[in-house]
């Protein structure tokens, strides 16, 4: 599975950006996509993710500001980004989780993206 995320800039706070990150390869075992974000010196930290039957998680406070979305057609999983503030600036990753089995045996993998730098300036 390849994961590619765009979307990323430089914002004023208080605008918004459109995050997508497009999945290839084989996606069939995928039961989970989303989001996170680290920021100098912090550790990575969950943003939003979405489960293949729909219910989603967002990180702590970011639900209400933050919207995750997917497009199963196009393999594409969307994050909408609104009133953005400085310390939102991170490098934001894709993620996905998958899960398959092979006779009896179940295998797990998580998939990153490169990541794409997100700014907001004050």
């Known amino acids: 599975v390849q994961l590619v995320e765009s979307g990323g800039g430089l914002v004023q706070a208080g605008g918004s950006l459109r995050l997508s990150c497009l999945a290839s390869g084989n996606t069939t075992n995928i039961f989970a996509i989303g989001w996170y974000r680290q920021a100098p010196g912090k550790q990575r930290e969950l943003v939003a993710r979405?489960?293949?039957?729909?219910?989603?998680k967002y990180g702590d406070s970011l639900k209400g500001r933050f919207s995750i979305s997917r497009d199963n057609a196009e393999n594409t999983v969307f994050l909408q980004m609104n009133s953005l503030k400085p310390e939102d600036t991170a490098v934001y990753y894709c993620?996905?989780?998958?899960?398959?089995?092979?006779?009896?045996?179940?295998?797990?993998?998580?998939?990153w993206g490169q990541g794409t730098q997100v700014t907001v300036s004050s």
């Open positions: 993620n996905a989780e998958a899960t398959w089995r092979v006779g009896a045996d179940r295998f797990d993998s998580v998939y």
């Open positions: 979405i489960s293949s039957g729909g219910p989603t």
